[in-house]
């Protein structure tokens, strides 16, 4: 993490900088807001008192990074209009090094995880794009039971209905050991999502429905012979490729593949990968009537 500070007051921002190399930050100390625009860090300690310099400009160029205000006193001009212009927060002089430390600390591992949310919900989106669910589950009344042929479908399904409620997944892999002190651990601030109950045996499931009495949650099934004492969902796939109860047949497996990625190999490769000849896949999208498009 790389800090940097800036304030005229060069005594001050020595002594600030001397503190934080203490504790393995790296620091670099610019005397006005001019030089720092070329500046490139993590933090940005701001002192919004230097003399004839607008903070503004700085801000609203780093609004990306976290900016931390160093103040002698709380007004419009030194708190007000830089917190409103994307700085994060304020700390006032004198202070603890402790207390800087810990608001560095808190709004790098706030930033951190803003990140690691968005990277999560691209990947998601881009992972559910392909299902197409053409009816709206989100308010249907909890606990319920998604019943699908394609796990995808259930996951979507479950993430729109805790969206719905405002509420925070709480995921539960039931085909993994650690499921008992998982569901134990519950409370109502989160709905829970008892994924896979189908991977269980008759008196594990009935050991789950007790301990799950009274919560909200959603529990997901691929085999829709388990039965259970909830609302149903039943949504499956027309696509057989996604239908983990069955196996495909040689033409269905060859018509998946060259639907999917016709248009990202190369005619020559794509037969290559089939263990077929060129004219054969030819034949084979006459007979699918999956012509390319130019």
């Known amino acids: 993490m790389k800090i940097i500070i800036i304030d005229n007051e060069l005594y001050l921002a020595q002594s600030i900088a001397t503190k934080l190399d203490q504790y393995n930050y790296e620091t670099e100390i610019y005397s006005s807001i001019k030089d720092a625009m070329s500046a490139k860090g993590d933090i940005y300690l701001l002192s919004t008192t230097i003399p004839n310099q607008d903070p503004i400009k700085l801000i609203e160029k780093f609004k990306d990074k976290i900016i931390l205000l160093m103040v002698n006193y709380i007004n419009h001009d030194t708190v007000g209009r830089p917190l409103k212009a994307g700085a994060k927060d304020y700390i006032v002089k004198p202070f603890v ?16 995880l803003k990140k690691e949310n968005r990277f999560y919900k691209d990947l998601l989106d881009s992972m559910f794009k392909e299902i197409d669910i053409t009816k709206d589950y989100s308010d249907v009344e909890l606990p319920v039971t998604i019943y699908t042929n394609y796990q995808r479908v259930a996951d979507k399904i479950a993430i729109d209905i805790a969206n719905r409620h405002n509420k925070i997944l709480k995921y539960i892999d039931l085909s993994q050991d650690s499921w008992r002190n998982k569901v134990s651990n519950l409370d109502g601030s989160k709905i829970a999502y008892l994924s896979r109950v189908d991977k269980l045996k008759k008196d594990e499931r009935e050991r789950l429905f007790e301990m799950v009495e009274g919560k909200r949650f959603i529990i997901s099934s691929l085999d829709e012979n388990i039965e259970t004492p909830y609302n149903k969902i039943v949504v499956n796939s027309n696509n057989k490729m996604y239908d983990q109860n069955n196996i495909l047949t040689i033409n269905e497996y060859v018509q998946f593949v060259i639907k999917k990625f016709q248009y990202q190999y190369p005619d020559t490769e794509l037969s290559k990968k089939l263990g077929i000849s060129r004219k054969s896949l030819w034949e084979k999208r006459r007979k699918f009537g999956l012509f390319k498009k130019k």
């Open 97 to 112: 090094i402790e207390e800087l430390i810990r608001k560095i600390n808190h709004y790098y591992d706030y930033n951190r």
